[in-house]
């Protein structure tokens, strides 16, 4: 039996598009979103309104003549960043968001906020100006476990940070924890999260048992089956503090299979059947639009995407390419270690 699903056409609002070649090869792969957060972290990491507006160009000529994805850009927020500027190019419709990243956290994250004292004004002005802050919530601390991270981070970064900038938009980006869940429903209608398409898949297992399986690696990773579990009911709740922001971050599969690899799952060619299979299996999949593609745009104030998208439910499952290539190496798809029945139709 076929079923059909028809959606607002989602949004995507968390990604990674990288520069140059790796935008030219990945842009399509999202280009049926109808906006998506773009990350700032290139090498070097786009600090200014004026870069944010340069690399917004470059994603509108990479991306095919018929998509529909808007990128939406962030600035990284750095020690030394002009709360001027940021209000700014926010006023002049450049950036929607701003991206805190803790210095070290991640991929190209060396730039990133090394004292939370320093860039207080810059939060104070976002507050001021209504402008969103999206954080990369984990500690560096050398000490503190990889799996323990995002908890620490939430009591001795997050919480505090929050309580002395009252009235500032905060997304937890890519939440991995039933801590992480819990701690974005504490708060009021200026706290949100987002929950990638992976980390509803995965656990820990996936990267390490039997072998370990490079292509599972992203940060923060995978936890434990019961934070999997958490992050499971939060994104199928239906509530409006959590939506889809997939994390998908390209990396050639030379930088992933090394010594010391890369982190990031690039999900973009399968999220959306991959994200009605997970929300058929919680008996959900009549609370998957609010989660691709009316709770983000709400918390962002902006009007859902008028036009609709269709998910078909065949019995033979969909097709993607195991891997693409870009410039010459070639970046693996995220394997959700499922079939893919549910087909998304071209526009
Ligand atoms: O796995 C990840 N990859 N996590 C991040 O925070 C960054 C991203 C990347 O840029 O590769
Ligand atoms: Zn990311």
Redesign the pocket.
Known sequence: MTQTLTLRRPDDWHL?L?DGAMLAAVARHSAGFGRAII?P?LVPPVVTGAQAAAYRDRIRAALPEDAALEPQMTLYLTDTTDPADVVAAFRAGIIRAVKL?PAG?????ASGVTDFARVQPVLEAMAEAGVTLCV?G?VTAHEVDIFDREAVFIDTILDPLRRRTPGLRVVM??ITTREGVAYARSGGDDLAATITTHHLVINRNAILAGGIRPHY?????AKREEHRLALREAATSGEGRFFLGT?S???ADSAKLQPCG????FTAPNTMSTLAQVFEDEGALDRLEAFTSLNGAAFYRLPPNEDRITLTRRDSPAEYPARIEAGGETVTVFDPGFPLYWHLEDK
């Open positions: 990674h990288r990350m972290n990243y956290a991640t991929t190209n994250s990369h984990e980006e890519h690696y992203c940060l923060p990773v994390d971050a390209p990396h890369c982190a990031g799952c």
